[in-house]
């Protein structure tokens, strides 16, 4: 027997999972739009709401990076300032549609019958509006403001959050572990919250990070056309919206707020996307 077969196999090696690049990208463009979520009052040169008619409409330059807008306000300080704005409406619009909506998807899914159908029809009625329509319906009935924004928002995309969680219960419903609880004798609050809800985070996370993009955009738009925030607040769609009448004379109004918009939108699509590549079962590459 030779030395080379008395060496024992050589064991192949673990080769470490990469984080995906679009979730590297992902974290690399929104790390920097956090820490100016959190500090963009501070870090602002200007007050955001700070007028001067004598520097009007002032192009990019060292003493406004971003140039003035037709107040005399500093656009780059109301851009920071409306980062903020525009990530907590995302992200609170968010919370409440997954708050309102994961519960009702348990609900019909493990329900099912009677109570499916009725949870069921009436998110198709909320469904059966666009989005932006359904948010000024909310809206219409008192005066508009930020907050109100937010809740109508979240309100909006209750119904998808709803679809979603009810199929994958209804998927988990098949499932031995749902059975041997049953015949276990647990209650029906435990087995959602304890059995079902654990096992369907990943594909929420997921769609949390979609939901964060739509509310941020249904936002803006809402206040374009004066349903959400109002002035002299800096959200980007309020200042995209006042910039419509100097967009010829001062194109870097509405362009810094858009890009700034843009950057989110694009951000969190490719942390959507990395979290379904990292979160996704199926995917054993690692890439």
């Known amino acids: 027997m030779t030395a080379a077969s008395q060496t024992p196999a050589a064991r192949p090696r673990s080769v ?55 107040y005399g306000r500093d656009v780059f300080s109301r851009t920071l300032v409306g ?61 508009p403001a930020l907050w109100k924004a937010v809740v109508a928002i ?10 979603l969680t009810r199929a994958i219960t209804l998927e988990l419903m098949q499932e031995e572990f749902i059975t041997a609880a049953r015949l276990r004798g647990e209650s029906t609050a435990y087995i959602l919250f304890h059995e079902i809800l654990p096992n369907i985070w990943p594909p929420l996370a997921v769609e949390s ?15 374009f056309i004066g349903m959400g925030a109002q002035p002299p607040s800096s959200d980007w769609g309020l200042m995209i919206s006042e910039a419509r009448p100097f967009v010829e004379q001062a194109p870097w109004i509405a362009l810094c707020p858009g890009l700034a918009m843009g950057i989110t939108v694009i951000g969190i699509n490719l942390l959507g996307d990395g979290l379904r590549a990292v979160l996704d079962p199926r995917n054993t590459g690692g890439h």
């Open 16 to 70: 470490p999972k990469r984080w995906p690049t679009s979730l590297v990208l992902g974290i690399a463009l929104l790390a920097p739009l956090l820490v100016v979520a959190v500090a963009g009052p501070w870090l602002a040169p200007y007050p955001y709401d700070e007028m001067n008619i004598m520097s009007r409409l002032q192009p990019p330059g060292p003493d406004f990076w971003f140039g003035t807008d037709e």
């Open 154 to 163: 979240g309100i909006v995309y209750v119904p998808q959050v709803v679809r």
């Open 83 to 143: 980062t903020t704005n525009s990530l907590v409406m995302g992200v609170a619009a968010t919370a409440i549609s997954l708050l309102v909506g994961v519960p009702l998807g348990l609900v019909a899914g493990y329900g099912r019958g009677r109570t499916d159908e009725i949870i069921m029809r009436c998110m198709d009625v909320l469904m059966s509006f666009p989005p932006i329509l359904l948010g000024i319906l909310v809206l219409a009935v008192t005066p």
């Open 209 to 223: 990070s979609l939901r964060v993009v739509f509310a941020i955009l249904l936002g803006a738009a809402l206040s």
